[in-house]
């Protein structure tokens, strides 16, 4: 019987002396994240004086000091420190559970937000949202933001994000291999690489200035050197593309991103030593497994079919031309 009853108050409604609240822990992250006590009021359209006894309430129901005032800076404690990083862990299973609630609620309705890389072969993208559209959830919004690699990586941290295309998988997150993208080397066809008459080596390309899309200029390509090269960042795909078109200089990009231009001769391929394609993997990531939805399931298998049908007909190793 003592077991038992042992075992009857170990459930979580049993504790009898749990005084925090998930208001507090938020007003504390608030405070850390935004810079202060005035900047957290502001963010939370709060008083400052709530924030203050907020936090002053916190660590007296802790038992324990959370920070140091410092000049006008708030400084974490140790304690505070490591509360900081295991409450964050509450707030974030706290929004899931309710968004997770609320999806349930509607079904296959609600919103899937999902982040795509720029690589990704937009005719693919398209189909497969139309494909989306007309097999039951025609209810379901979906919220598609489009950025580059490293970003992509940084906007998995968004809680809200259901899946992403990302060439890279963030460590703590699983990614299944969805499509492999061909880059090609590409340039205007007054480009001085493209008066040498032959092969172009890395000891040409070092001497020219290579242009990419945000931080993937600085991504190492299979004709890299070990001598220092000059790398553009350009916002978008569309502006790196008309660097090119000014022969400003010369680029790895996607082929089903330049097809047109290479079509009307406004860009040329430019003959590598290997002449060989660089190709990437894009991964289907899912951003918050433990509360996945129906409707983001569902958008999941539409883009792996897609894609499969894809690698299909241009043959294997899922290589999207």
Same mark, same amino acid.
């Given at each position: %019987? ?9 459930? !979580? +409604? ?18 850390? =994240? ?9 963010? @939370? ?5 709530? *924030? ?25 404690? @140790? $304690?505070?420190?490591?509360? #900081? ?11 899931? @559970? ?5 999806? @349930? ?38 919220? #598609?933001? $489009? ?28 990614? $299944? ?11 205007? !066809?007054? +480009? ?22 945000? +931080?993937?200029?600085?991504? $190492? ?7 220092? %090269?000059?790398?553009?960042? %350009?916002?978008? !795909? =569309? ?22 231009? /290479?079509?009307? &001769?406004? /860009?040329?391929?430019? !003959?590598? &030593? ?31 079919? *897609? ?15």
């Amino acid at each position: %019987m003592k077991a038992a009853r042992a075992i009857y108050r170990s459930r !979580p +409604h049993d504790l009898q002396n749990l005084y925090v609240s998930l208001k507090q822990w938020r007003i504390f992250h608030a405070v850390i =994240d935004c810079g202060g006590f005035a900047e957290a009021a502001k963010a @939370l359209h709060l008083s400052q004086s709530t *924030i203050s006894y907020t936090v002053s309430k916190l660590q007296d129901q802790l038992g324990t000091s959370l920070l140091r005032i410092e000049g006008r800076k708030a400084k974490l404690t @140790l $304690e505070g420190r490591a509360l #900081l990083d295991r409450s964050r862990h509450i707030l974030k299973e706290a929004i899931e @559970l309710e968004n997770f609630a609320k999806d @349930l609620g509607q079904g296959l309705g609600g919103e899937v937000k999902l982040v795509v890389d720029h690589n990704f072969p937009p005719h693919l993208l398209v189909r497969a949202l139309d494909e989306f559209s007309r097999t039951g959830c025609v209810a379901s919004n979906v919220k #598609l933001s $489009e950025v580059d690699t490293l970003h992509a990586e940084d906007v998995l941290r968004d809680l809200n994000v259901d899946l992403a295309i990302s060439e890279r998988v963030p460590l703590g997150f699983l990614g $299944e291999p969805l499509v492999e993208v061909e880059h090609l080397p590409v340039a205007h !066809p007054e +480009h001085p690489l493209l008066k040498l008459g032959r092969d172009v080596s890395a000891i040409d390309l070092a001497q020219h200035v290579q242009i990419g899309v945000g +931080h993937a200029a600085d991504r $190492e390509r299979s004709t890299a050197s070990s001598k220092p %090269m000059r790398r553009w960042a %350009m916002s978008s !795909p =569309d502006t790196v593309v008309e660097a090119l078109t000014e022969r400003l200089g010369y680029a790895w990009l996607p082929e089903h991103r330049i097809r047109r231009w /290479l079509d009307n &001769g406004l /860009l040329v391929r430019l !003959p590598v &030593g290997d002449n060989r394609p660089h190709k990437t993997m894009l991964y289907l990531i899912h951003g918050r497994p433990w509360a996945s939805t129906a409707a983001a399931g569902r958008l999941a298998d539409v883009l792996r079919g *897609i894609t499969c049908e894809s690698a299909s007909t241009h043959g294997a190793n899922n290589v999207v031309v």
